[in-house]
T-cell receptor
């Protein structure tokens, strides 16, 4: 069975500070990992995805994530938070199962950016 | 290119009423999905359609039915709404036949069942 655990349902950072959102995964096969962002009253938007081509993955809006197999982690970072980064972030793991892509989402981390 | 669209955006139902949530995509996805999102629980898969003409149950299918009308459209029906079905519903489409598929989401339908 696959799963993801997001540590911290709420994270607050000051504008300009480092953003670190934690995600640990569990998967019996090499995982495909994603980070999605959800702005208030909107759907989920893909931030980045791990394709096994490189352990450091760069996404949109200055975000990046590093795949660490030894730690079963895929933490999301951004060097300097902007007010516009305030949103909810979801880590997800997927695998092909029975002809479709079974995606398991974490419970989400709400990021608050303090001016 | 609208991506994945959903209608309606908001709906209020009384217990026992029925309704259909509509989803359409113009991204040529083979796979389509319906999820529900509840506070603190992430997204949970209700039903999916791996290709036109096929549908299968996901994690939480009870109380729902789906129809894959054609490649573009995938509807979700609540036959007899219950308060436990108050949620935000998202439709998603997936890139075809990929071993590592990315799902693209619609804007959601917010449903309140009284």
């Amino acid at each position: 069975a696959q799963s993801v655990t997001q540590l911290g349902s709420h994270v607050s950072v000051s504008e300009g500070a480092l953003v670190l959102l934690r995600c640990n995964y569990s998967s019996s096969v090499p995982p495909y990992l994603f980070w999605y962002v959800q702005y208030p009253n909107q759907g989920l938007q893909l931030l980045l995805k791990y394709t096994s081509a490189a352990t450091l993955v760069k996404g949109i809006n200055g975000f990046e994530a590093e795949f660490k197999k030894s730690e079963t982690s895929f933490h999301l970072t951004k060097p300097s938070a902007h007010m516009s980064d305030a949103a909810e972030y979801f880590c997800a793991v997927s695998k092909t199962s029975g002809g479709y892509q079974k995606v398991t989402f974490g419970t989400g981390t709400k990021l608050q950016v303090i001016p | 290119n609208a991506g994945v669209t959903q209608t309606p955006k908001f709906q209020v139902l009384k217990t026992g009423q029925s309704m259909t949530l509509q989803c359409a995509q113009d991204m040529n996805h083979n796979s389509m999905y319906w999820y529900r999102q509840d506070p603190g629980m992430g997204l949970r898969l209700i039903y999916y359609s791996a290709s036109e003409g096929t549908t299968d149950k996901g994690e939480v299918p009870n109380g729902y039915n789906v129809s894959r009308l054609n490649k573009r459209e995938f509807s979700l029906r609540l036959e007899s709404a219950a308060p436990s079905q108050t949620s935000v519903y998202f439709c998603a489409g997936g890139t075809p036949a990929a071993y590592q598929e990315t799902q693209y989401f619609g804007p959601g339908t917010r449903l309140l069942v009284l």
